[in-house]
């Protein structure tokens, strides 16, 4: 009965032991409690291990870390350094061909912004899709600037379009991006249903832009005029992807 209590006892105590916070005498009694009784041995034995694998995975960790870091910041200094030169090969060509800077900037401003997206996405951690819909944002702002100040300035090709019908598509399909991404972000709805709203979104942005355009009058919107070519599939997709979303919930 003593043996048992002391048992009891000792294995009680035993996480205090592991962790070093026990006093010289009483890690004097367990260590001699240790050496004859196999029971509270193997216990203490297999605190000790699992005490060893907490703190293994701990430093295995931050070694990831550091490498995927490491890595990161390699893969972006090399892109850096590809997409410089490859902005300096266009401009020197295009001096070359046009005496002057024309199609080089368009070329430049959508490297620049295709880097801006990667560092985005393999930076974030938190709320990724919510910066990269801001880099998106400003990114097709300053490219679409740049195409049309290119074009109609530098190389007197085309018409003064962007204010007509540039800003006003841009920012409408933004709209069908940005909607289902705070959906996302602040409502928390499932991946499924934010593709279901997004493709309801697309067939609104499709007979928008093609009012915007004049390919279309209100009349032809009214009546449904192409329906099935131009909307089918997407009613197609929002039917599935929110029977998929709503099978997700109820699992849940």
């Not at 049309?148 to 409408?172: A, C, E, N, S």
């Not at 979104?201 to 070519?229: A, E, Q, S």
Request: charged share 20%; with cysteine; glycine share 8%.
């Amino acid at each position: 009965m003593d043996r048992e209590l002391a048992c009891e006892i000792v294995k009680d105590l035993l996480p205090l032991y592991v962790d070093g916070m026990v006093s010289d005498v009483s890690k004097k009694s367990i260590e001699n409690h240790l050496e004859y009784c196999t029971d509270c041995n193997e216990v203490y034995n297999n605190m000790a291990f699992n005490l060893e694998m907490e703190k293994q995975p701990s430093e295995v960790q931050d070694v990831k870390r550091f490498l995927k870091k490491t890595k990161r910041m390699y893969f972006l200094y090399g892109l850096c350094g590809l997409s410089f030169i490859s902005i300096l090969v266009c401009m020197i060509v295009d001096l070359a061909l046009n005496k002057g800077i024309t199609w080089s900037l368009i070329a430049g401003s959508a490297v620049i912004f295709a880097d801006a997206f990667v560092y985005v996405i393999s930076a974030s951690k938190k709320n990724k899709g919510c910066f990269t819909m801001i880099v998106i944002s400003i990114g097709i702002f300053c490219l679409l600037s740049v195409i049309q100040i290119t074009r109609y300035y530098l190389m007197d090709v085309g018409t003064f379009w962007i204010f007509r019908y540039g800003f006003p598509i841009m920012l409408l399909w933004l709209g069908v991006l940005w909607i289902p991404v705070l959906s996302r972000a602040f409502l928390k709805w499932n991946i499924w249903d934010c593709i279901a709203l997004f493709m309801l979104l697309v067939i609104i942005g499709n007979y928008i832009t093609k009012l915007i355009t004049g390919d279309y009058v209100w009349n032809d919107v009214l009546r449904m005029r192409g329906f099935i070519g131009n909307a089918l599939g997407e009613v197609i997709g929002i039917i599935l992807f929110g029977i998929i979303g709503r099978i997700k919930k109820w699992r849940k």
